[in-house]
C-alpha cells in the first residue's frame, strides 16, 4: 500500500549508495595496485640480496686464491731468477767470443736458418 512511496525512496537510496560506493572501490583498485607493486619491488629487493649474499660469500675464497697465486708467482721468480741470470751470462759470454774472434780474424760463416717453405732437393 505505501508502495508507491517507498519505491522512489528506495530507488534515491540505491543511487546514493552507489555513488558513494565510487569512490571507495577506485580508492580500494588503486589500493590494491600498490600493493601489487609493492609484493613486485619486495620480490626483486629479495633477488638483489641474494645475489648481493653470493657475492659476499665468494669474496673470501676469491681473496684466498689470489693470494695462494701471488705466493706461486713469488715462488716462481725465486725459481727462475737464476736461469735468467744464466740467460744474461751466455749472451755476454756469446758477444764476447765474438769480439774476440773478430779481434783475430776469425770469420764464422753462419749457417742459414732451413725454413719449412724450401722444397727438398731431388
Known sequence: MLDFVLRPA???IRVLNED???PLEETE???LDAV???DRVTGSIEHHVEVIETLATSVGPLTE???RLNETMRDLV???APLATAEREVAHTEQRLEQAEHFLGFRRHKKPAESES???EN
Do not use: H
Request: charged letters at 35%; hydrophobic letters at 40%.
Open 118 to 120: 724450401t722444397p727438398p
Open 65 to 67: 686464491s689470489v693470494d
Open 78 to 80: 725465486k725459481m727462475l
Open 29 to 31: 583498485r588503486e589500493t
Open 36 to 38: 601489487k607493486a609493492v
Open 20 to 22: 558513494a560506493l565510487k
Open 10 to 12: 528506495r530507488s534515491i
